[in-house]
Nanobody, 130 residues
Framework: QVQLVESGGGLVQAGGSLRLSCAASRRIFSAYAVGWFRQAPGKEREFVAAISWNGGSTSYADSLKGRFTISRDNAKNKVYLQMNSLKPEDTAVYYC???????????????????????WGQGTQVTVSS
């Protein structure tokens, strides 16, 4: 069992920035891929970004490349999502998730579907005003 806690969400004006954090309860977190997803009201949960176990590989949703950056600090058991040039359409609840199923130890970042992750945080609200 891995517990994840997101933080850093809030209300920001369009064009602003936020940095989300995902903290894990177990050290084992540092050996697995982590992803960020978001879900807006009435919409399905969508992929935002993912990072390999050591941060050496990252993946992004095409529409977010250049504005969002995922990173991790395994010494602190944390993964971050830096969001710049925010737009009203970025408004959503943002979730982090970790992939720890058998066979995924020291895995990369090529995991884009919610079903590919095993543990989720409770989410943090990001609201971008116009």
């Amino acid at each position: 069992q891995v517990q994840l806690v997101e933080s850093g969400g809030g209300l920001v004006q369009a064009g602003g920035s936020l940095r989300l954090s995902c903290a894990a309860s177990r050290r084992i977190f540092s050996a697995y891929a982590v992803g960020w997803f978001r879900q807006a009201p009435g919409k399905e949960r969508e992929f935002v970004a993912a990072i390999s176990w050591n941060g050496g590989s990252t993946s992004y949703a095409d529409s977010l490349k250049g504005r969002f950056t995922i990173s991790r600090d395994n010494a602190k058991n944390k993964v971050y999502l830096q969001m710049n040039s925010l737009k009203p359409e970025d408004t959503a609840v943002y979730y982090c998730a970790v992939r720890v199923r058998p066979g995924t130890y020291l895995s990369g970042s090529d995991y884009y579907g919610p079903h590919e992750y095993d543990y989720w945080g409770q989410g943090t609200q990001v609201t971008v005003s116009s």
